[in-house]
């Protein structure tokens, strides 16, 4: 500014020298006025270059903030240029902390909509400000749409209005889903956080699985416990009746043999349960180790007619048919339960007279077949969907009377599963039913040698 006092000074001096040369004094006078208002005239022409400039910036500031390569270049020369030049910097570096932090509002808006939780943001009023794809596929909200609209008349859930109206928002309320049916139920978690100036963020979460196993964890402890309870109430009472009464050998000895009874009724029920953990808990059979499928038969053989003789089916006609020797790959303990667990099933379910025909047959695809076919009492259709399901029977009492833990099907259907095979259930009532194992192909192998069973 001083610099710029000391040009404007020399041109006066300079303008009312040449006059004062040319015209004396008055010639002075003149000459220092007109040197002025040239002065004045050339800082007014950059006056009106800067103005123009600032109306350009302005523009471009006001239509596209993110074109900050493309200012236009500042006016220099000058005290004005100087001016420019600081507010071209000032301006350039404005948009460039403007645009870093758009940058970093779509990162994080782009982190939000990639979370697997519904993420919405409400102003002071309870107003959507923005939503995730996963809020508005949870909610039936259109992320676009429903902008500005009050959360409470898209959400209409009673439980969830009480949620907002009450302003508790320590724990997340659980409602029903948009896609929910009474057949399959969608259960939606929410909770609201408070953040900023009244602002509040909802998250939305899915805990349709997580109620499900938490249900069925608590019907897995209840069923336990009431199959574990009534053979301890028989014990306990035999007991107590062995403690204070003085009783004759023989009933003593009956007494005995009913207490027998029950703890060995717990002790399957207790390995069964074992067995379904070993099984959930354990890596997947590899297709390295095999076992002969005329091993397995012989094993499920001995068992049934064992079986058969304990349970008083004398009569019982039992047949096992193999079409082909085989091996298959996967764990033996565990082939050797799901197969003698249908063995179990038929004899246990299949009455004196009945028939019960177990076979081995390889299919035309080298997949391999195992079945069980019996004539027992055959099961309604609307229970076979629900066999494999842990404790689901049919007849209670004719399980519990037969020994059955309501277990053995849920164990032949992970050893399936885990085997990559597939269990077929065919029954009708009083037509008998058949349960069989289709093994794949890759788990199948023919062993037409006797050295190739010897190995098995
Ligand atoms: P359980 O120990 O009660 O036999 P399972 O899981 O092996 O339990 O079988 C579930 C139910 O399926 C049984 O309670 C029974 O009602 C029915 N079931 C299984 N196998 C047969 C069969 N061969 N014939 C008739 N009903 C059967």
């Known amino acids: 500014m001083f610099t710029r006092g000391l040009v404007f000074l020399g041109f006066l001096v300079l303008g009312g020298f040449v006059a004062w040369l040319l015209a004396a004094w008055v010639g002075a006078m003149v000459g220092l006025i007109l040197s002025a208002w040239i002065a004045f005239y050339l800082d007014a022409l950059r006056l009106l270059r800067l103005q123009n400039w600032l109306t350009r910036l302005h523009s471009i500031e006001r239509d596209d903030p993110g074109r900050v390569q493309s200012l236009p270049e500042a006016p220099t020369g000058g005290w004005l240029g100087e001016i420019a030049d600081r507010m071209h910097r000032l301006l350039r570096w404005r948009i460039q902390a403007q645009h870093a932090s758009q940058m970093q509002l779509q990162e994080m808006l782009a982190a939000m909509q990639a979370s697997p939780n519904g993420v919405i943001l409400l102003d002071a009023d309870g107003r959507i400000e923005w939503c995730n794809q996963t809020a508005a596929g949870h909610l039936g909200l259109d992320a676009a749409r429903d902008v500005r609209q009050h959360v409470a008349h898209l959400i209409r859930d009673p439980l969830f209005n009480a949620y907002v109206a009450a302003a508790d928002f320590s724990a997340p309320v659980t409602i029903a889903g948009r896609k929910s049916t009474p057949s399959r139920p969608v259960r939606l978690s929410l909770q609201m956080h408070p953040y900023g100036d009244g602002q509040r963020l909802l998250l939305s979460r899915d805990v349709t699985l997580i109620e499900q196993a938490e249900a069925m964890r608590r019907d897995f402890v209840a069923n336990v416990s009431h199959e574990l309870r009534t053979p301890l109430t028989v014990l306990s009472g035999f007991v107590e009746t062995l403690q204070t009464l003085e009783l004759p050998p023989q009933d003593v000895r009956r007494y005995l043999d009913l207490m027998a009874m029950q703890s060995n009724r717990m002790q399957t029920l207790v390995d069964d349960l074992l067995t379904l953990s070993r099984l959930e808990g354990s890596p997947l059979p590899s297709l390295n180790d095999k076992v002969g499928v005329d091993a397995l ?160």
């Open 297 to 456: 038969l012989a094993q499920c053989e001995i068992d049934a007619r064992a079986l058969s003789l304990v349970m008083g089916r004398s009569k019982q006609e039992i047949e096992f048919v193999q079409d082909a020797p085989a091996q298959l790959c996967g764990v033996a303990t565990e082939l050797q339960s799901a197969l003698s667990n249908l063995v179990s099933n038929a004899i246990r379910y299949t009455p004196s007279e009945g028939r019960v025909v177990v076979s081995w047959k390889l299919l035309a695809d080298g997949s391999g077949e195992f079945a069980v076919q019996d004539s027992g009492p055959g099961i309604a259709a609307e229970h076979l969907p629900r066999l494999t399901e842990r404790f689901y029977r049919v007849d209670r009492s004719r399980s519990r009377d037969s020994g059955g833990t309501g277990l053995g099907l849920a164990i032949v259907k992970h050893v399936v599963q885990r085997h990559g095979a597939v269990l077929h259930i065919e029954s009708e009532p009083g037509q008998g039913s058949r349960f069989s194992i289709v093994f794949p192909a890759s788990r199948v192998q023919r062993a037409d040698s006797p050295a190739d069973l010897k190995a098995a």
